[in-house]
């Protein structure tokens, strides 16, 4: 080899170290792509709300129907407890809250309770705060025996009330919400569930408010830790499984202005629902209205404690 063609040897060894140290170098200043972000969806697009540890979330203002952030809110999420609330549903469009029932042996599923004894006979009425209020896996059970006759039948009328909501990405599999193929729904469609039973029921109003109560002689709290702590929440419902994470629907009312929020998939419900109310206050409220100028119906405050004797009567559900 000339003494030449070394020098050229050189020169390319040289610059292709180079060209290499260039390229790890702009390497480090590359951005993450977008689908690779573990931050919220809504942060991408700069309008400053705060990250959550949530795999899906939703916020949404009631009075004008407006979504103000969304992480992934159509992503098919298991729902844990939250499948109560179409279980709620189910039970006050098709049966009547006085009507007396007896709790069989197989509703007696474990997990969350309301303490109920194979035998006892309550109310639909009261079943319902049971189910609601401590997350009651078997006054939940107990209601979809009594609605639907078999939990298969009873299976059969959620996902019928799903579609005529139009919740399009759920699929219900059991009354109660443990972990099971096939059961799913997303953050958006929840949304749809609860601003139905908000609109219709009062009943539905009254229990998720409610913190502390005594029903049928069954002691019950409300898993919510929310409620009666945080200002302005009223409701709604918690869900906890191994396999759905944390998952929340919060309930709000600032001036007469309802905000319903949505997680699912969380780390710390509570940490996200706090920071997404947080901001909700501090810019959608400081002009006096939120976005949209459409007055909300809503329910205020929540009930800290009631007695419910095991026969009562409820006058604004005659």
């Known amino acids: 080899m000339t003494a030449e063609e070394e020098i050229e040897r050189a020169v390319r060894r040289l610059f292709f170290s180079f060209a290499l140290l260039l390229a790890l170098a702009l390497s480090a200043f590359t951005p993450t792509p977008t689908h690779a972000m573990e931050a919220f969806g809504s942060a991408a697009s700069g309008n400053g709300w705060p990250p959550v540890s949530a ?33 709620a549903a189910v039970v006050l469009d098709h049966d009547h809250i006085h009507r007396v029932v007896v709790v069989p042996g197989a509703a007696l599923v474990g997990g969350s309770s309301m303490g109920l004894r194979a035998g006892e006979k309550l109310s639909i009425g009261q079943l319902l705060y049971g189910m609601l209020i401590p997350s009651g896996n078997d006054a939940a059970t107990t209601l979809a025996y009594a609605v639907g006759g078999t939990l298969a039948n009873f299976v059969r009328m959620m996902n019928a009330k799903a579609r005529a909501l139009g919740m399009t990405e759920s699929h ?67 869900g906890t499984t191994p396999a759905a994470g944390e998952c929340l629907v919060v309930s709000a009312v600032y001036g007469g202005h309802q905000v319903l929020i949505v997680i699912l998939g969380s780390r710390d419900r509570y940490a996200d629902a706090r920071a997404l109310l947080d901001y909700y206050r501090a810019h959608y409220l400081t002009a006096g209205k ?13 009930t800290r404690r009631m007695l419910i004797p095991k026969t009562f009567t409820l006058p604004h559900m005659r």
């Open 55 to 87: 795999n899906s979330a939703v916020v949404m203002d009631v009075g004008s129907g407006k979504i103000l952030f969304s992480k992934h809110p159509h992503w098919k999420m298991r729902p844990a407890s939250l499948t109560k609330l179409m279980t």
């Open 172 to 238: 219900f599999m059991n009354p109660h919400g443990f972990d099971q193929p096939g059961h799913y729904t997303t953050a958006m469609d929840l949304l749809k569930l609860t601003r139905y039973l908000y609109s219709r029921y009062p009943l539905f109003r009254e229990i998720v408010s409610t913190r502390d109560i005594l029903v049928a002689g069954h002691w019950l709290h409300n898993r919510n830790q929310l409620l009666g702590v945080y200002p302005g929440v009223n409701g709604v419902k918690t």
């Open 290 to 302: 939120p976005p949209g100028n459409e007055k909300a119906k809503v329910y205020e405050g929540f």
